[in-house]
């Protein structure tokens, strides 16, 4: 394969330079010299005409080696990052050799965490699909035996054992699935915790709610704000929470939000577990432990994160979104 020869920047930052310079000094030359033998008045428009020629040339080169590579290396940046599961075309042109090396880095990382999400969803996809049939088929088994009534209380008590890990592994499959596509959901828009408030009121009856800074602009759309929401108001309720402070304030370094109630709390040992995938301490009454899971990846997708505030009573988290 024949490489295409590319200018260095310095290069061509340097030929605009020195071109600059020259255009000075030409034009010194013209009107000095020639203004004699021609007239001033047609050296200035000799002068004119070879400034905005040469002029021309050095635009056209530095838009074509500089601006045109960069926009394009942004805009291919840009759609990556708003539907990386498009596969959107790579720049054709990179102009100096720094940009091509630039730009390669770019292509290369934006097809491994293409590839990765692929990976990612498609195990989950395959995972889900190959144990729905013996699921199914268990659940079906321990039905047919439940109506039977030939059972004594030992079987019929192993039976419904049988039946109730089959309704678990169903939740955990489901689980699964919502935390994979959490990662490609985009939820682009800007909501407030006040115009929230009266949604979370009426699902979250039994939760006292005291909301501050209520009109700071949150970078996350309502229907994303309202996944992580509703997951850790319901993580509050769950664990004993009766009141959930919610707390936003904005700084040129993020956007902060603080969620925290006044449940049992997390204990240590559990604290640095909590986001993992299938991790609970409520599976006895149906926990899935993809929860906070779900709601990470769902931050993570929009350039924010989440983290766990130890503290004395109940639990807290910090979420924080960069600014764009």
């Keep these: 394969m024949i490489r295409k020869w590319r200018p260095s920047l310095a290069m061509v930052l340097g030929g605009a330079l020195c071109g600059t310079l020259m255009l000075s000094l030409s034009g010194l030359v013209v009107f000095r010299y020639l ?92 995972v889900t699909h190959e144990l729905k049939t013996p699921v199914a088929a268990l659940k ?72 501050t800074g209520g009109d700071i602009a949150i970078p996350l759309a309502p229907q994303g704000l309202s996944v992580v929401l509703r997951q850790l108001l319901g993580n509050a309720q769950d664990h004993g929470g009766l009141n959930v402070h919610l707390s936003a304030t904005s700084t040129q370094k993020c956007v902060s939000l603080l969620v925290q109630d006044n449940g049992r709390g997390i204990s240590t040992g559990n604290a640095s577990r909590i986001f993992d995938p299938f991790f609970t301490t409520n599976r006895e009454h149906g926990g899935t432990g993809m929860g906070l899971s779900i709601v990470r990846n769902t931050l993570r997708a929009h350039g924010a994160d989440i983290t766990f505030v130890p503290q004395s009573d109940g639990a807290a988290f910090q979420i924080c979104f960069a600014p764009r």
């Design 35 to 126: 203004g004699q033998d021609i007239g001033f008045r047609n050296a200035a428009i000799l002068l004119a005409i070879l400034i905005t020629g040469a002029t021309t040339v050095l635009g056209w080169m530095l838009i074509r080696l500089l601006l045109r590579p960069i926009t394009a290396l942004e805009t291919f940046a840009t759609q990556v990052s708003a539907a990386p599961a498009n596969n959107p075309s790579p720049p054709a042109h990179f102009g100096t050799r720094e940009l091509q090396a630039t730009a390669q880095s770019v292509i290369h990382m934006a097809q491994t965490l293409r590839n990765r999400e692929t990976t990612i969803r498609s195990f989950s996809d395959h």
């Design 140 to 211: 079906a088994a321990t039905e047919l035996l439940q109506d039977g009534n030939s059972l004594n209380d030992e079987d019929q008590r192993l039976v419904s054992q049988i039946a109730g890990a089959s309704a678990q592994m169903e939740r955990q499959l489901e689980a699964m699935q919502h935390a994979a596509r959490a990662r490609e959901a985009r939820h682009d828009g800007v909501s407030t915790l006040a115009g929230m408030h009266h949604d979370l009121m009426r699902d979250f009856p039994a939760l006292e709610l005291r909301i």
